[in-house]
């Protein structure tokens, strides 16, 4: 059970209610964009009935001097998109781009579309003969304004997700780092201590084999522990990347915890044909194989085989670490490196999220979980960068 799926909880009540507000948004903006249609298409209706009773006023020749004063009175309070086609079939625009009002054809297209749409033209005489009335430019920013309002708001929630996700990744890699570099510290003081008492303990047993023997164990016990101190030291701080022989490397831990889990455990370590090397961080290199070796022997209760290959893949260097362990769902493949994730009822839960980190972020590569069958074979995949 992860100890941050309360985090995924509100995750999701985020997003269901940034897309309410959303929702809620588009909605209203249409209520609003189909009022101001409405209004547009009044527009249109009086502009129309305008026109047909100037053309009725001009046929009974009742007009008096101020007849052009009201025609363009008309036309500039309706400043809808007009075309006038005369007895001759000549078109000329009116409320068009200036460059489109004699455009003939720009004006016989705008046309056609008009007549395809269905709509019928007012009749008129003289240089009026048809009268083509469209929607004003107003009408289609109406109709785009949900969209572009969703768009808006869409990409605001976005960055705000991205910026919050950022934020939080930010302040967990601050509270990671600086867990790490306390307990090196306070791991400091231990280690002198037990390196004292052992170095004192072999000078009162010099004469005794057998418990120097078990005095050299426990030396390099306490040397794995100043190897843990250091990898925890580096945690935060940018690491210095060697080249390295890979397979070598994997060898000497695979040696280090062979000696200490179950004779039943059979360790199938193969050599690459050649030497394949690596820029790498050794200390927090080992940390990441010396992760995945523990979990594979959690994972096989003291039977089974861990088996890893080494092999050049383009310009990369990949690793496979397989066991035959309870497995791993594949829905779980992702959570897997989530801080706070494990099966186990002991433990954090970080040793996958910071094999995660160390390989990802400190050497530029990539884990991941690349296939997995329950009591068969799980296989963890590592792909890094070749030296140059």
Not at 177 to 188: D, I, S
């Amino acid at each position: 059970m992860s100890l941050f799926s309360s985090n995924n909880y509100w995750k999701f009540v985020l997003m269901v209610l940034g897309a309410a507000i959303l929702a809620a948004t588009i909605i209203y903006s249409n209520f609003l964009a189909e009022k101001l249609k409405k209004n547009e298409e009044k527009n249109i209706i009086l502009y129309t009935e305008a026109i047909k009773g100037l053309i009725k006023l001009n046929d009974q020749e009742t007009y008096d001097e101020n007849y052009w004063e009201f025609i363009n009175t008309v036309k500039d309070s309706f400043p809808l998109p007009v075309i006038y086609e005369d007895e001759n079939g000549e078109l000329e625009g009116l409320n068009f781009k200036k460059e489109n009002l004699n455009n003939q054809e720009f004006l016989l297209k705008k046309r056609d579309e008009f007549l395809a749409s269905g709509e019928v033209p007012i009749s008129g005489k003289g240089y009026a003969k048809y009268i083509y009335c469209f929607n004003s430019p107003l009408l289609t920013y109406i109709k785009l304004f949900p969209v572009v309002q969703g768009l808006l708001v869409g990409l605001y929630i976005a960055l705000g997700y991205f910026i919050f996700n950022s934020s939080r990744k930010a302040e967990q890699n601050r509270v990671w780092a600086g867990m790490a570099k306390e307990t090196a510290h306070q791991l400091g003081t231990p280690i002198s201590a037990i390196l004292g008492w052992v170095e004192y303990l072999k000078d009162n047993y010099a004469d005794q084999p057998d418990q120097l023997d078990v005095l050299n164990e426990l030396t390099k016990d306490v040397d794995r522990l100043e190897l843990v101190a250091d990898r925890f030291s580096k945690i935060g701080s940018e690491p210095v990347l060697k080249p390295a022989d890979i397979f070598i490397e994997l060898y000497e831990v695979k040696e280090y915890l062979q000696r200490r889990a179950s004779r039943k455990i059979v360790f199938n370590f193969k050599a690459p044909d050649a030497e394949i090397f690596a820029m790498i961080n050794k200390h927090l290199f080992a940390w990441v194989i010396e992760n995945l070796i523990r979990n594979s022997l959690d994972a096989m209760d003291g039977k089974g085989t861990i088996s890893c290959k080494v092999f050049k893949q383009n310009n990369y260097v990949c690793i496979e670490l397989s066991d035959t362990g309870h497995g791993i769902p594949s829905h779980k493949f992702k959570s897997v490196f989530r801080p706070g994730y494990s099966t186990k009822k002991r433990g954090w839960g970080l040793g996958l999220s910071l094999a995660k980190r160390i390989i990802e972020e400190y050497h530029k590569g990539k884990i991941y979980v690349k296939s997995s069958k329950p009591n068969e074979e799980t296989t963890f995949a590592i792909i890094l960068p070749l030296a140059g």
